[in-house]
């Protein structure tokens, strides 16, 4: 699915599973568009080259509210999410999961750089894989905010088995927990 230019997609209870992209975005690839996965969408097995599950970029807005992003495979980075630019910005809330993906380098479940993530509301990023940062890697002046959510159960080959900041913001709050994270 491509979205661009202000564009608005919803999938409203409805799935998205085993696509694949050469380069970027397997699932959703959103330039400057605003996407909303609600009731239960399903992101699941989609592939590409970075953002296995979804690219975000220039200034997109993502949100799962009640969904899932599970079993999703980069060949670099992002394998549920590779969220990017400044002004983009990708929330989970309501129970929403980044579960299952895998990138070969950085951000297992979600990779944010210079760019806004929120975990609100009981989700999560659970058991994603990774070089760096097998749940989340946050880098050159991102900011993520882990708010009544959990980060746990995530491995990285060598740092960060949960979350890898490099030069951004990060914030746990309101019993935010991040547990038994391997790296």
Same mark, same amino acid.
């Given at each position: 699915?491509?979205?661009q230019?202000?564009?608005?997609?919803?999938? #409203?209870?409805? /799935?998205v599973?085993?696509?694949?992209a +050469?380069?970027? %975005?397997? &699932?959703?690839?959103?330039?400057?568009?605003?996407?909303?996965i609600?009731?239960?969408?399903?992101? &699941?097995?989609? $592939?590409?080259n !970075?953002?296995?599950?979804?690219?975000?970029?220039? +200034?997109?807005?993502?949100?799962?509210?009640?969904?899932?992003?599970?079993?999703? *495979?980069?060949?670099?980075?992002?394998?549920?999410?590779?969220n *990017? #630019?400044?002004?983009? =910005?990708?929330?989970?809330? /309501?129970?929403? $999961?980044?579960?299952?993906?895998?990138?070969?380098?950085?951000? %297992?479940?979600?990779?944010n750089?210079?760019?806004?993530?929120?975990?609100t509301?009981?989700? $999560? !990023?659970?058991?994603?894989?990774?070089?760096?940062?097998?749940?989340?890697?946050?880098?050159? !002046?991102?900011?993520?905010?882990? #708010?009544?959510?959990l980060?746990?159960s995530?491995?990285? *080959?060598?740092e960060?088995?949960?979350i890898y900041?490099?030069?951004? =913001?990060l914030a746990?709050?309101?019993?935010?927990? +991040?547990? +038994?994270? *391997?790296?």
């Amino acid at each position: 699915l491509f979205n661009q230019s202000a564009g608005v997609v919803t999938i #409203d209870g409805s /799935r998205v599973v085993s696509n694949t992209a +050469a380069a970027n %975005g397997g &699932g959703i690839n959103n330039i400057c568009g605003v996407i909303l996965i609600t009731n239960g969408g399903l992101l &699941g097995n989609n $592939r590409a080259n !970075a953002g296995g599950g979804i690219l975000n970029e220039a +200034a997109g807005q993502v949100t799962l509210d009640a969904s899932a992003l599970v079993s999703n *495979t980069s060949a670099s980075s992002g394998g549920g999410i590779y969220n *990017t #630019d400044s002004g983009s =910005a990708v929330t989970l809330t /309501r129970g929403s $999961r980044a579960d299952g993906n895998a990138a070969s380098s950085m951000g %297992g479940g979600i990779y944010n750089i210079g760019s806004s993530l929120i975990l609100t509301q009981a989700s $999560r !990023a659970q058991a994603n894989t990774a070089s760096f940062g097998g749940g989340i890697m946050n880098q050159a !002046a991102g900011q993520v905010t882990v #708010d009544a959510s959990l980060v746990a159960s995530n491995t990285a *080959t060598f740092e960060g088995g949960g979350i890898y900041n490099a030069g951004g =913001a990060l914030a746990f709050t309101h019993g935010s927990q +991040a547990q +038994a994270n *391997t790296a």
